[in-house]
């Protein structure tokens, strides 16, 4: 029978590796192919390493908790899937907002060669390559996407069970013999003494951090604008976008060419391997629609919530109703500036039909704003030693050429 001490923090490092790979996921936007195949495979091996070595654990013996130890194991599998599902579709929705950030690009060098701007010009220019870099991000674009929701629901879920475990083995422990919590922890009997306790609180920290984030993330698409149509569109869960199954599409459209002289064993091979792909296709549906269910959670609250409040507000309208002239000043004093417009138009969205919010586009613009403050207080020293070391005409005659060549 394993002591107490060694007990809880073998079933800590299970919701821990939980959290660490829920957080994860955002950083998978930012790989390469190469790169996401080489951390697929690398926590594949590592998670199933873990769930081996558990299992053994439960049979002998080792881990009395096994009904808990199922639970984090389960999630860490499904944060597995998760996790591979969303390596299929980054490539992808990188290659989408590239496009369309090379479209944008386009417009705003076509409007800076079309006439001579001002600094206010400029500093709006800068304003619109911001908005453009910050929403075509990779890791903001996975982020808002279901996945990452239900990733970080699993997570809160599993630390709560897990917090759960440790207040109820904390009391069962000392129901059982005149031990206070001092000598629970500093005076256990473990074998490792108390490196078992720093292990133990290390890790309760980590995932309590990483809880935190994940509880943030669940409301990610909050990010994007409270409207009917970003209500219809988060209630359609059996909806699967194209995205989601185009890099599986891709490989189905790919033709082998096998060393093989039998025509019987190269259609047999077409054939399995079409079949193969048919099924990653309808697991793939599986595991987009799955996620939209649990994600649907923390949005679902969040519309019940705006429904409430909206009817709220048609009843305070209806016996409280103020004069029409004092509505219209309302109205045109929260109405957006043309500044604010010009800005939306250079957003870079994953799907056309989602607007992104006003505060996280005022977010973007006053990030840009406080590095432009910084700009004119500090001087730029690169640009100047390079205008000084080519001369001024030469730095200009330079740059209007490249921009007329990668213009035409």
Known sequence: MPL????????????????????????????DDKELFENVIGLLILVITIVVNVSIQIHTGVVINFYTTYIYIGAML???????????????SKQILENKYQAAHKLVSKDMLTRMSTVEELIQCVRRYSIMA?????QFVVATTPLCSAAGIICIFSTIIYFYDVLTDTIDYKNWGEHNYYKMFLENESDYKWSMVGIFFIQSVGIVVGTIHSIFRCFAPLSFKLSLKWCKKHTKIFKVEKYWLQKLFEWKDIHLVLPIGSRTLKALVHNLNHFIIHVCIGFQMVIVVSCK??????????????????????????????????????????????TEEDIENYVLRLENEMELGKRTLKSISKSMDTLIQKAEKKPPKNLLELVESVGLFGFVYGSRVGALSGHG
Do not use: Q
């Open 293 to 338: 269910t649990i994600a649907f959670i923390p949005i679902g609250i969040v519309i019940i919530g705006v429904y409430c409040v909206h009817c709220w507000m048609l009843l305070k309208a209806m016996f409280f109703a103020m004069p029409m002239v004092s509505n219209r000043v309302i109205i045109h004093d929260l109405g957006p500036n043309d």
């Open 78 to 92: 499904y944060l597995l899937i998760i996790l591979t599902s969303i390596a299929l579709t980054a490539p992808v």
């Open 4 to 31: 107490w001490l060694d007990e809880l923090a073998k079933l800590a490092s299970m919701p821990f590796m939980t959290t660490m790979m829920a957080n994860l996921m955002p950083s998978l936007a930012s790989m």
């Open 134 to 138: 910050g929403t075509s991000s990779p």
